[in-house]
Nanobody, 120 residues
């Protein structure tokens, strides 16, 4: 079992930055690929980024060059550094753990989400 708790969301102006954190419980954190997804009001949940056990990273095109995913296996934390934020980045952001990929079905464990709001 893995429990995930996100933090770091908030309100920021367009062009600003936020860093999301996801703290994981359990001793098997390093064995999972960690992902970030987001869901805007009225829209389906969408993939944002993942980082594999070995540190390989992959991003959705809309955040490439602006967001950076990283992990600290010693602390059981995965981060999402979000720069140059845009109003369209407004969403609830979810952390997930699993076998990986860009599909929700690749992840069996989810956090409760943290709200990110970008004002124009």
């Amino acid at each position: 079992q893995v429990q995930l708790v996100e933090s770091g969301g908030g309100l920021v102006q367009a062009g600003g930055s936020l860093r999301l954190s996801c703290a994981a419980s359990g001793r098997t954190f390093s064995s999972y690929t960690m992902g970030w997804f987001r869901q805007a009001p009225g829209k389906e949940r969408e993939f944002v980024a993942f980082i594999s056990r070995s540190g390989f990273t992959y991003y959705v095109d809309s955040v490439k060059g602006r967001f950076i995913i990283s992990r600290d296996n010693a602390k059981n934390i995965v981060y999402l550094q979000m720069n140059s934020l845009k109003p369209e980045d407004t969403a609830v952001y979810y952390c997930a753990a699993g076998s990986g990929g860009s599909m929700s079905s690749g992840y069996g464990y989810w956090g409760q989400g943290t709200q990110v709001t970008v004002s124009s």
